[in-house]
């Protein structure tokens, strides 16, 4: 495999142009996704008030791995990342391509499962067959994702910020609501003496974990953003922190104006949520959530075209796949396949399984990367000036708490 400085000189780079706003913005947008819907009820049912707690400890849980995606990123700020990361650290190009494109097909089929969903509620406004909403929805946002990264990732975050402003309605109506809110934030912590309480909480948050899977993605912009050794490290924590704020907010607004026992029972919590709190038609939630799904296709579409870029770029793949269009400095062509293959998949393949796996296939990500770094450390490879270290020990905890969530999941 040819390395990345054996690709001709002269040819166009991808631009660096995108801020830590954006970056945060694209962080948000592709790990708030639509599990939170569902996820709340879960929660409420098996942790009751302390629910809560349960989305912070997933976002420590996942912070070793985000430590270990910083100091990696840093180190390697370009695209395909996890794949140069495994280059890297294991010298194996077979094993680099594999994991490149486990991470395509993993961001594939979660596109396409969520344009399938968005469908259902684009389908209130237009009565037109499904197939033909898919097809729209793909099409329209891969035409989005060819203009200029700073134009897509804008285009994008406009729609995190809608998402997260009309989830955000829950919490100003429930804000609304009186006092309870604050007067009741003493319930969310578990009495001492209450072992199975607690015991609730963690189970809740090896659950949880999931409704942060997306985070990672930020690595494969690092080649475009300004100043990666700076701005990678601080958009990975803030969407972090900023994702489990949040996630514990929102459930906790849930569980004060529903019981959690009732909020279990629902098939759509948070649009009970939402009713009680607002009395507003579910047709509003219906706008949101057409805003949210299309936001999690665009920004699928834009890290699936920057992995296949990185990997033509590495010589993993035809060069062609490497070729920036002129006046945009993207990957056209590397969209379009991605564009294509999304579309493919939301219409011919039964996606309920494979969606599943997606998730456990990122869990496994995630251990092999923590092993890239460590091979990486013990290597004695001196890093770049200004990348971020972390101790030894985080990606330990981070291989450690990605096998168990991997092997629970599995057994559960």
């Known amino acids: 495999m040819s390395s990345r400085s054996a690709t001709q000189q002269g040819t166009p780079r991808l631009a660096r142009s995108l801020t830590l706003t954006h970056a945060v913005l694209y962080g948000l947008g592709v790990t708030i996704g639509a599990g939170i819907y569902v996820l709340v009820g879960v929660?409420?049912?098996?942790?009751?008030?302390h629910a809560p707690l349960a989305f912070v400890g997933a976002a420590l849980v996942m912070a070793f791995s985000a430590a270990t995606f910083a100091e990696l990123g840093t180190r390697m700020?370009?695209?395909?990342s996890e794949a140069a990361y495994v280059q890297a650290a294991f010298k194996r190009e077979w094993l680099s391509l594999a994991v490149g494109l486990l991470v395509v097909a993993t961001a594939m089929v979660s596109a396409a499962t969520i344009s399938v969903g968005s469908a259902g509620y684009i389908g209130v406004f237009v009565p037109v067959p499904a197939p033909w909403i898919i097809a729209g929805a793909v099409v329209t946002m891969g035409v989005v994702a060819c203009l200029a990264t700073v134009q897509s990732i804008t285009f994008a975050g406009i729609m995190t910020v809608i998402e997260v402003?009309?989830?955000?309605?829950?919490?100003?109506?429930?804000?609304g609501q009186g006092a309870d809110i604050v007067t009741r934030l003493p319930e969310i912590w578990p009495a001492g003496g209450d072992p199975a309480a607690w015991i609730g909480v963690a189970g809740t948050a090896l659950i949880a974990v999931f409704a942060f899977i997306g985070f990672e993605h930020l690595v494969n912009i690092a080649e475009e953003l300004k100043e990666p050794s700076r701005t990678l490290p601080r958009a990975l924590f803030l969407t972090l922190g900023l994702t489990a704020v949040f996630y514990a907010v929102v459930t906790w607004v849930a569980v004060t104006a529903v019981p959690p026992q009732e909020l279990a029972r629902s098939p759509a919590p948070l649009a009970l949520v939402f009713e009680?709190?607002?009395?507003?038609?579910?047709?509003?939630?219906?706008?949101?959530?057409?805003?949210?799904?299309?936001?999690?296709?665009?920004?699928?579409?834009?890290?699936?075209?920057?992995?296949?870029?990185?990997?033509?770029?590495?010589?993993?793949?035809?060069?062609?796949?490497?070729?920036?269009?002129?006046?945009?400095?993207?990957?056209?062509?590397?969209?379009?396949?991605?564009?294509g293959a999304i579309l493919v998949l939301a219409l011919s393949v039964p996606l309920a399984g494979l969606a599943e796996w997606t998730a456990r296939f990122t869990l496994l990500i995630f251990a092999i990367v923590n092993v890239a770094l460590l091979r990486l450390k013990r290597g004695g490879e001196a890093p770049p000036a200004g990348a971020f270290i972390c101790p030894s020990w985080v990606p330990v905890a981070g291989l450690v708490s990605s096998l168990l969530l991997l092997g629970l999941d599995l057994i559960g």
Do not use: E, F, K, W
Request: hydrophobic share 55%; no cysteine.
């Open 43 to 49: 929660a409420a049912g098996r942790a009751g008030m």
């Open 77 to 80: 700020p370009v695209s395909a």
């Open 165 to 175: 402003g009309g989830r955000g309605l829950i919490i100003i109506a429930g804000i």
């Open 276 to 339: 009680r709190l607002t009395g507003m038609p579910l047709v509003t939630m219906s706008t949101i959530a057409i805003v949210a799904t299309l936001n999690g296709v665009i920004v699928h579409m834009i890290m699936i075209a920057r992995v296949l870029y990185g990997l033509a770029d590495q010589g993993s793949l035809p060069q062609i796949l490497a070729r920036l269009n002129p006046l945009t400095r993207t990957p056209v062509l590397a969209t379009v396949i991605g564009a």
